[in-house]
């Protein structure tokens, strides 16, 4: 099992939509999560961090299980620019300084 | 505030030669890590390192790959002999030092180099 899946889509919505993406992580110890988006040929940008409360940044909301071991990425009122690759992130049992990347959900928002 | 630095952005090798790999961390951050990204695939680990020292290489390839953080100056990553299979978008990104609650920090990345061979 991967340490961090993610369904690849791609997910192709309207614009104005709402969209939820999750991500499973296998090692019951992780302790940090984070969200990183990545338009196509740029570097991996920090979306927000996912916290054992959830929070929200606007129209993005970030929500951690640990019972089922995923977190999630809910973004309301999707806009164009939102397109790009999301990338789940979890920190590795073996280091607890490195982390591990999802392979990614791809999002494409249409007019 | 600077972001992650990285250069040179394109580089183009041919077989057998070396390619040097320079990365910049953000003002105040002491850890950098570097990254593979092969097209149409997703992150990979190589490696990651404090000043001076190499916390964990356990995604590094074994041969040709080396990486170092200078007390001065930006990190290096070093691929000798280049072959076409190194072909990829190498990122670095670094962080400020680990939380004392032990949770990881926030990585940044810089833009990359495209590494290509011919």
């Known amino acids: 099992r991967k340490e961090v899946e993610q369904d690849p889509g791609p997910f192709n919505v309207p614009e104005g939509a709402t969209v939820a993406f999750n991500c499973t992580y296998s090692?019951?110890?992780?302790?940090?999560f984070f969200w990183y988006r990545q338009d196509c040929r740029k570097e991996p940008k920090l979306l927000m961090s996912?916290?054992?409360s959830g929070n929200e940044d606007g129209r993005f909301t970030a929500q951690l299980n640990r019972a089922s071991q995923y977190i999630s990425l809910l973004i309301r009122d999707s806009k164009l620019s939102d397109s790009a690759t999301y990338l789940c992130v979890v920190n590795a049992y073996s280091s607890a300084s490195k982390i591990i990347f999802g392979s990614g959900t791809r999002l494409s928002i249409r007019p | 505030n600077a972001g992650v630095m990285q250069n040179p952005r394109h580089l183009v090798r041919r077989r057998g030669q070396e390619a040097r790999l320079r990365c910049s961390p953000m003002?105040?951050?002491?850890?950098v890590y570097w990254y593979r990204q092969l097209p149409e695939e997703g992150l990979k680990f190589m490696v990651y390192?404090?000043?001076?020292?190499?916390?964990?290489e356990s995604g590094m390839p074994k041969e040709r790959f080396s990486a170092e953080f200078p007390k001065e100056g930006p990190s290096i990553l070093r691929i000798q002999q280049v072959v076409r299979g190194d072909s990829a978008a190498y990122f670095c990104a670094s962080s400020p030092p680990v939380r004392v609650n032990r949770r990881v920090a926030e990585q940044f990345f810089g833009p990359g180099t495209r590494l290509t061979v011919l």
């Open positions: 390192l404090q000043k001076e020292n190499i916390i964990d």
């Open positions: 996912v916290y054992s």
């Open positions: 003002k105040g951050h002491s850890h």
């Open positions: 090692n019951s110890a992780s302790q940090s």
